[in-house]
Each structure stands twice: as C-alpha cells, then as structure tokens.
C-alpha cells in the first residue's frame, strides 16, 4: 500500500467522528471519538492532567465523497483518506495507567536516569484491553502499522520521552510491536465469558454447590434492601442522574484514597458525546437514586467502569457491579464482561484470570536490559499466579475440565 502519510494532532476535535470510529477499534469503545472527546472537552485529560493528547494519523489516497474536516464538518471530497491512528499521551508521571511501572521509575531515578516525560498509548485512566493501532478494516495492515509505530518513535523523540508503552493493547498488537523492538509485558485481570447461558440460573448451574448458594444469598440480600435496579441508557439518563453519578464516583475514590482523574462534566460529556454505549445500572429506593455504575457497551462485550452510592447496603456492590452485568450479558448474548481492573473478589463469582498484554520501548541501554530481565521474570510469575487462582474457581471441575479440552477461555 502506498504513498501513506502522516499527520500529528493534538486535538480530537479536528478529526471526522465517523472517519475515526469507522477504523477496527475491535470490542472496545475506548478508542473511539465520542469516549476520548469527552476526556478532552472535561479537562479530564490535556497538559493540567498530565495526558498531552498526540494523536497520529495516517492518511491514503480517497475518492469522492470521502468524510473530511472535524466534529461539525459535512461529507465533501477529500483526496485523503483515513486508514490508521493511534492515541498517544505525553506524561509526565505514571497515574492512571493500571499497568504499573513506579517500581521502573524509581529504579531509573536511584541510578540517574530520566524516567520522565514518557509516552504512553493507552485508553486514559481505563484498564480495558482494546485495539492501540487503529486500522481502518480495508485496507493491507503491515504497511499503516509501519508508518504508525514509525511516527510515535518520531514523537517520543521530539519530546524527548524517556520510553514508550502501549497499555493493554491485544496479544496479537503485543507481537507486532515485539517484531519492532517492544519488549512485552504480561498482566491479567479478572474477565466473565458467556458459554451460550439461557439465563442466570444456567450460568449458576456450572458453579459448586457452595458457590452457588453464596451467591444466591447475595443477590436475596441485596435485592431485598432496595426497590429495584433497572438499566437506563445514556441518552435517556437525567441530568439530576448524570450528577448523582459523579458524586458517586468522587464518593468511592475518596473512600479508598483515590484520585477523581475524570474531571466535574465527564459524565455529561460522554453521554452527550457517546450515548450510544453508556448503560447505567441505577439503584432506587424511596423514590430515589442510591447507587450506580456505569457500563460502555458494545455487541461484543460489557465493560464495567465506575459505581458508587449513597449509603452501604450488604452485598449492593457485588450485585450492581458483578451480577447485574453477568444478567445484561445472558439476556443480550454479549459474549465477555470486563469488570474494570483487580478486584480478587470477582474470581468467586465467576470472573476467571484473563490475560492482558503491554509493550514497552526504554530508550536507556541499561535500563531497558533491566526491564527486559524483569519482564520475563514477572511473565513466568504471573502464569504461575493465575494457575494458582484457577484453582479456586467457583466452576465444577467437570464444567472447567470440558472447557480445557474444547479450548475455551
């Protein structure tokens, strides 16, 4: 493919929405316009928060009719077309990332070495696997990943960043990046997978007896304490329900001594800009919202971001956040929910390992040796660490046994 070229941005708002989200953003909405533009237009990312959006563009030749100019532009001939993009930040510190590096940072600054600014190719302050390389589905792939893994080597050295690191990118983008120079990384979450359930009681079916009336006890508890939980779509939510969410997600932060990287308006913002893919689980009672989590959904999978309420009810958290979304994936045949990041609790109810993947460029000789040494030493550690949690699945051993010999996750 072609006489390619390359633009750098630095503004979302200057790219075509349809243009941007009609490249293979795989399951995830995290890439796509509407969730990132809301993360610019709140502030909730930018030179104040330490993720100086760069975003890359790799453009081909087009016929006309092609989609041009920014948010608000009308289709028009364009002689460009977009094929591939990438979104990047330039930081100067590690929150919000989810895959940990202080511990690389800290290393580099006891032996004299810069760690920072650095690039980091990420969803911001989202610990969800998605596509990084953004191509358009079209088009021949290797020759488009050339020119953008070229281009964030081209930005990392105008910026002078210390290294670069894509953040729970897929296994197969991991291996594209290795074949470049990337050293990988190995990570795992905790993920629920739809095996084909006809309802709750089907997936229930499949865990041991004692799981099986733990949560069954949960759910009886917490539905007992509340007058119900209902799904709302983005688009229909109230504003009075877009600020009670956002006090929820300051509340739970604050509780366990986190940051509110999402800045007052993201809520609105992403509704307004992606409604779409926002579903929340809203708890009433007396007439009122006491709790909530919000959800990005897509055919292909649920993704569980932020939840909070308004007084503790026993069990409440377990039900908005873990099995009201297991309930949405059956009745929707969504085949996978990722329920955000961490979290050991959800191995009993049903959330097995998951493998996550990064890549990592050091720009410092010795430092980058060390890395590498680290890497493969955690990776042999992490594979062991998830064996051993697969031991205490809630699944029967018949049902784990019949999904290792049929190759299903």
């Known amino acids: ?45 930018g030179a104040e928060a330490g993720w100086q959006p760069v975003y890359v563009l790799v453009e081909a030749p087009a016929g006309p009719g092609a989609a041009a100019g920014g948010e608000g532009a009308s289709a028009q001939a364009d002689p460009r077309r977009l094929v ?11 929150y919000g990332e989810y895959i940990f590096d202080w511990s690389w940072a800290r290393g580099a600054r006891q032996a ?24 358009a589905p079209d088009v021949e792939r290797a020759p488009v990943v050339a020119a953008l893994i070229a281009a964030i080597r081209g930005i990392a050295d105008a910026a002078e960043c210390s290294s670069i690191h894509w953040l729970f990118c897929g296994a197969d983008e991991q291996r594209e990046l290795a ?39 949960e759910r009886a508890r917490a539905q007992a304490a509340i007058d119900g939980l209902d799904w709302v779509a983005g688009g229909d939510l109230k504003a009075a329900e877009i600020a009670a969410l956002d006090g929820f997600y300051r509340r739970t932060t604050f509780e366990h001594g986190g940051f509110d990287y999402l800045r007052p308006g993201f809520f609105e913002r992403l509704v307004e800009l992606a409604p779409g893919r926002v579903e929340i689980a809203r708890v009433r009672r007396g007439g009122e919202m006491i709790a909530g989590a919000l959800f990005l959904e897509t055919p292909k999978a649920l993704y569980g971001r932020y939840w909070g309420c308004s007084e503790a009810i026993e069990f409440l958290h377990f039900e ?27 191995l009993l109810r049903g959330f097995l390992p998951a493998p996550t993947y990064s890549a990592h460029w050091i720009r410092h000789p010795g430092l980058r040796q060390a890395i590498q040494t680290f890497c493969r030493e955690e990776a042999i550690a992490v594979a062991a660490g998830m064996d051993e949690l697969a031991q205490a699945s809630p699944f029967r051993a018949e049902v784990l046994a019949a999904r290792r010999g049929a190759g299903a996750g």
Not at 117 to 135: S, W
Not at 320 to 340: K, S
Request: hydrophobic share 40%; aromatic share 10%.
């Open 320 to 346: 908005t956040t873990c099995y009201a979304g297991i309930d949405r994936c059956i009745a929707r045949q969504i085949p996978l929910f990722e329920a955000g990041a961490q979290g050991q609790h959800k």
């Open 84 to 94: 591939g993009a990438v979104a990047a930040y330039i930081k100067p510190h590690s």
């Open 179 to 217: 074949a470049a120079g990337y050293t990988p990384r190995a990570s795992f979450q905790y993920h629920w997978r739809n095996h084909g359930y006809a309802d709750f009681d089907g997936f229930l079916g499949e865990l041991t007896s004692r799981r099986r009336k733990q949560v069954r006890k």
């Open 112 to 135: 004299g070495i810069r760690y920072y600014p650095k690039l980091v190719i990420a969803a911001p302050m989202t610990p969800a696997t998605g596509r990084r390389l953004l191509i």
């Open 1 to 45: 493919m072609g006489d390619l070229t390359v633009r750098v941005v630095e503004d979302l708002g200057s790219v075509n929405a349809a243009a941007w989200d009609a490249l293979d953003h795989g399951p995830s909405p995290f890439t796509e316009h509407g969730f990132l533009r809301a993360l610019e237009r709140s502030g909730s990312v």
